[in-house]
């Protein structure tokens, strides 16, 4: 049966933190995306909870962590606050595991901090290649500070056969894309939130597409990298990996034929499947993993 994860926040920065956290063992911090949450890791935390020491921090400006700070939002802003959430946790070494925007804070976080890392996951990650959904490059567009407040308004909200419609527009199809965009969409309801959203989403990308970008510091990051992407992906497409995979010294790419953007939420067993033997892998023999794809 899974474990029940237990709810807490700390104070970092002055500002409140919330994770949940579960289990003991070789520690798996799961970093979400761009308005998204520790929720999106639930199962598969309290999957994970019986073998491993689980952390799911809700980013600053995200889920509970309630407090908006005029703070960094870049990832490297991202990336020291997990750092010194883990030092508040007396957590020294981890395998990080980020999906889309969590990806791009786990990948600076192995760079930054490489002792700290024993392994990664990046699933869907940003930060790998400049095409994006336009979805993602709309609210880095000239007045889209205005327009936010109107689309996310409470009648605006209700309208979710209009949203879907123009999700589907953009390339945005299958029931996990759309349930994740339309809850993430609800998270913009009050300007505080809007403002950190707007902060995080043009530190990383802007009108053109992905603004920042990790390709070149791939051959560096030299633990072992598990690379997970749906092949019906449309915000960040799947090729990004299959040329990502090539860079690193020590990766393997696993593409779900049947998945969107959440890969972890459309199969989650045989994500959790393929977490579980990673870490095993590593726990057996550090720093080997041969390359597939």
Sequence with gaps: MPQTLTSATCRLH???VHYVHAGSGPPLVFLHGVLGSHRIWRHLAEVMAHTHTVVAPDLFGHGNSTARPAADYSLGGHAGVVRDLLDLLGI??????????GGGIALEFTYLFPQRVT????????GLGAEVNFLLRAPTLPGAGWVL?????GFARRQGNALARGLRMVGVKGSTDVAEAWHGFEQLADGESRRAFLSTIRS????????????????????PVLLVWGERDRMIPVAHARAAVERFPAARLEVFEQAGHFPHLDQPERFADLV?????ELHESPGDLSQTS
């Design 92 to 101: 020294d070494q981890a395998v990080m595991v980020g999906h889309s925007l």
């Design 204 to 223: 990383v990308v802007g009108p053109e597409g992905q603004r920042v970008s990790a390709t070149e510091l791939l051959p560096l990051i030299t633990v």
């Design 119 to 126: 392994g990664l996951v990046l699933v869907a990650s940003g």
């Design 14 to 16: 002055g500002h409140d």
């Design 276 to 280: 579980r033997g990673f870490a095993a």
């Design 149 to 153: 407040p109107v689309l996310a308004s």
